[in-house]
């Protein structure tokens, strides 16, 4: 499902819901976690750990590839993020052509 920006809220772009398992890699640690929905660089994700507003870290959705990311916002267990770096940050593009669950 397609999820539009209400009026006066700060998202400029809409999210597409999906379910991909991921790994967070957090100061050496990994953490099983997943996303959610997807956006032009950005991501909703859920993860059973604590971080902190602008940490950033390695995410990992197989199939598709690493992108580091930043915690744009936290309201746990989820956390928005913002995209930085990776091979392909429309992964909105690419959820809507492939689908929205990967397994």
């Given at each position: 499902?397609?999820?539009?920006?209400?009026?006066?809220?700060?998202?400029?772009?809409?999210?597409?819901?999906?379910?991909?398992?991921?790994?967070?890699?957090?100061?050496?640690?990994?953490?099983?976690?997943?996303?959610?929905?997807?956006?032009?660089?950005?991501?909703l994700m859920k993860l059973d750990a604590p971080l902190a507003e602008k940490?950033?870290?390695?995410?990992?959705?197989?199939?598709?590839?690493?992108?580091?990311?930043?915690?744009?916002?936290?309201?746990?267990?989820?956390?928005?993020?913002?995209?930085?770096?990776?091979?392909?940050?429309?992964?909105?593009?690419?959820?809507?052509?492939?689908?929205?669950?990967?397994?």
């Amino acid at each position: 499902m397609v999820t539009k920006p209400e009026e006066g809220h700060k998202r400029i772009d809409d999210r597409l819901d999906v379910l991909w398992d991921a790994t967070a890699l957090i100061d050496g640690k990994e953490y099983a976690c997943q996303v959610t929905n997807v956006s032009t660089a950005g991501a909703l994700m859920k993860l059973d750990a604590p971080l902190a507003e602008k940490q950033q870290f390695l995410l990992n959705v197989p199939e598709l590839s690493e992108y580091a990311a930043e915690v744009a916002w936290v309201n746990r267990p989820c956390y928005g993020l913002k995209l930085l770096v990776g091979q392909d940050l429309k992964l909105k593009d690419y959820a809507g052509k492939v689908g929205r669950t990967e397994k």
